[in-house]
């Protein structure tokens, strides 16, 4: 077979001959774009980053496209590629792990537009996006893709309830059992009035999602005593705390800090048994609730196994069944 001398061939069209193509023959070429973008704790963008074909390598040294100083990122963390337009995360071995939608990461996956990505604590939430090559010539602008998933929805107004803060607290009445069934308090619950998280249960998925269920029982806290000021300032108020806040130096902190701005405040705070493993933290925790004037309750006791030893060493005033 012999082609003329006059004629081109190529195996693979260049940039200009696609977009001609399209011109031509009206057909729609769509190129799909993908970004990391990375939010402040009060829902600010702080910085975005595009994903090429070459991939884009995520970690704590220099030589990664994506390079965070964040002490719990390691040095060669995770990488990210394009396959078939698809993106594919990829752990490396990291110590702090990787995790996606509060699941952690073992192997690869395939991400999708919404998805929460922790690399250690440091947070970024994947876009996808297309340009359009239309019969018009050019490309058009970008467009976002309809089909976003139910939980990136959810992400945006968790960061609204929990930086504007957009939290509805509620009231439950706290019944004395022993002798008059009088109300001594009210134990103060999470609510909201987003679309899609107005019980407690949503909330606190997405904050699992986003290692936010401390900021969150935090942030509870102080909106119920607000609320419960214009309700009954001289009521005592019951405010709950969360598994992942128990034991830790950041709990007793934020105590103060809720002290200082709620003084004459009535307070007792509840832990759940299960979340009780050590007793020696019990022992300093209710040190400095009795200098801070707080009581303490242990919430839902006897609904699993016996804690004994928790309360022969620290006998809370206020046990809930």
């Not at 960061?159 to 001594?184: A, K």
Request: aromatic share 6%; hydrophobic share 40%.
């Amino acid at each position: 077979m012999t082609t003329p001398q006059n004629t081109r061939k190529n195996a693979l069209l260049d940039f200009s001959q696609l977009e001609k193509l399209a011109r031509d023959s009206g057909a729609v070429v769509r190129s799909c774009l993908w970004t990391l973008v990375r939010k402040s704790k009060i829902g600010a963008e702080e910085h975005r980053t595009s994903i090429s074909t070459r991939g884009l390598t995520v970690g704590r040294r220099r030589n990664n496209h994506l390079c965070l100083s964040d002490p719990t990122v390691s040095g060669n963390h995770a990488e990210l590629n394009l396959e078939n337009g698809q993106l594919i995360l990829k752990e490396l071995g990291s110590t702090n792990g990787t995790l996606v939608n509060g699941r952690r990461l073992y192997d690869t996956i395939e991400l999708k537009d919404g998805d929460v990505i922790h690399f250690g604590h440091v947070c970024f939430t994947v876009e996808k996006s297309v340009e359009q090559l239309t019969s018009s010539g050019g490309f058009a602008n970008k467009t976002c893709v309809g089909a976003v998933p139910e939980d990136a929805v959810l992400y945006q107004g968790f960061d609204r309830l929990i930086n504007t803060p957009d939290i509805d607290p509620h009231f439950q009445p706290v019944v004395n059992l022993h002798g008059p069934r009088d109300t001594i308090g009210y134990e103060v619950l999470v609510r909201s009035q987003i679309p899609g998280l107005e019980y407690p249960d949503r909330i606190f998925r997405i904050a699992a999602m986003r290692l936010a269920e401390a900021r969150l029982s935090e942030v509870c806290r102080s909106e119920g005593l607000v609320a419960g000021m214009m309700l009954d300032p001289h009521s005592t108020y019951f405010l709950n705390t969360h598994a992942a806040e128990v034991e830790t130096p950041r709990l007793i902190q934020s105590l103060q800090e809720l002290r200082d701005h709620f003084p004459q405040m009535s307070i007792v705070l509840e832990i759940h048994e299960a979340a009780i493993t050590s007793v020696k933290y019990l022992v300093e925790l209710s040190a400095v609730l009795k200098d801070l004037n707080i009581e303490l309750a242990y919430d839902d006791f006897g609904a699993g196994q016996a804690r004994l030893i928790e309360l022969f060493e620290v006998p809370p005033p206020i046990l809930e069944v």
